[in-house]
Nanobody, 114 residues
């Protein structure tokens, strides 16, 4: 069974940066579109970025121009570089395939606050 392990979250000041990592265990990683999702406190989980196996990307309007998703198929890892962070980016961040096929991991907490 494929497992996803997210890391890289933390506390950062507004306008700061963080780089999240998602390590996928399992060979299916390379054939799937991978996405980063987030769930702010008290809100629904939402897709913020996705990347196809060929490297085609999509971003939610709320993060466009600030976040960058990349993948390393050789290492079964997908990254989310987050720049110019805002307090409204505060959330637990998760990765998963798109469409969803894997049990959610633990996620990684991102808190943007001064």
């Amino acid at each position: 069974q494929v497992q996803l392990v997210e890391s890289g979250g933390g506390l950062v000041q507004p306008a700061g940066s963080l780089r999240l990592s998602c390590a996928a265990q399992g060979s299916v990683f390379t054939i799937y579109t991978m996405g980063w999702f987030r769930q702010p406190p008290g809100k629904q989980r939402e897709l913020v970025a996705r990347i196809t196996s060929e490297g085609i990307t999509f971003y939610a309007d709320s993060v466009k121009g600030r976040f960058t998703i990349v993948r390393d198929n050789a290492k079964n890892t997908v990254f989310l570089q987050m720049n110019s962070l805002k307090p409204e980016d505060t959330a637990v961040y998760y990765c998963n395939t798109v469409p969803l096929t894997v049990t959610w991991g633990q996620g990684t907490q991102v808190t943007v606050s001064s």
